[in-house]
T-cell receptor
């Protein structure tokens, strides 16, 4: 079974704080993703990475950055958290050697910015 | 510009009956479609997919139908069970990697005992 682990399930941070969300996958997948999910808005792609040290912007990258120093780990960084970044954040990974676009999600990180 | 639309935000059905979740898309280049299921406070889990070369794919109680001419797909759950209560996301991609996956906004299914 694919395992995508998000280290923090629930966080409460203050406005202006720097926030790190960590994600680790154990299946040697090349592709990794960060999404946020908000009610009525579905899943929106923030950033993705298709290899170590590679990153590409998704649909809503503003206010976020990412880091991929190792293949299994993909971090999402909020340099200065704001209340509109209160959301559920989902990490995902994909084996791009396989056909089809089946991505596997972690359990999510609930971030509240106060 | 919403390329993948799930027009029903919610759906309620009785246990044992059929649940039909609908999804419309606008991009004729989409060639692969997926359904994900999501419970509260958990990440989405892959449910079933279909390639554009097919019009039906079945996996146990779950069947996905694709009507390319209408740009419409649907997920049928028969029989529905209370454990199927979740939010269902439709997603589509066009000959690309998963960064090209476009998700719908989801439909919340409630199956009543």
């Amino acid at each position: 079974d694919v395992k995508v682990t998000q280290s923090s399930r629930y966080l409460v941070k203050r406005t202006g704080e720097k926030v790190f969300l960590e994600c680790v996958q154990d299946m040697d997948h090349e592709n990794m993703f960060w999404y946020r999910q908000d009610p009525g808005l579905g899943l929106r792609l923030i950033y993705f990475s298709y290899d170590v040290k590679m990153k590409e912007k998704g649909d809503i990258p503003e206010g976020y950055s990412v880091s991929r120093e190792k293949k299994e780990r993909f971090s999402l960084i909020l340099e200065s958290a704001s209340t509109n970044q209160t959301s559920m954040y989902l990490c995902a990974s994909e084996d791009r050697r396989r056909t089809g676009n089946t991505i596997y999600f972690g359990e999510g990180s609930w971030l509240t910015v106060v | 510009d919403q390329q993948v639309k799930q027009n029903s935000p919610s759906l309620s059905v009785q246990e044992g009956r059929i649940s039909i979740l609908n999804c419309d898309y606008t991009n004729s280049m989409f060639d692969y479609f997926l359904w994900y299921k999501k419970y509260p406070a958990e990440g989405p889990t892959f449910l079933i997919s279909i390639s554009s070369i097919k019009d039906k794919n079945e996996d146990g109680r779950f069947t996905v139908f694709l009507n390319k001419s209408a740009k419409h797909l649907s997920l049928h759950i028969v029989p529905s069970q209370p454990g199927d209560s979740a939010v269902y996301f439709c997603a589509a991609s066009a000959q690309g990697g998963s960064e090209k996956l476009v998700f719908g906004k989801g439909t919340k299914l409630t199956v009543n005992p």
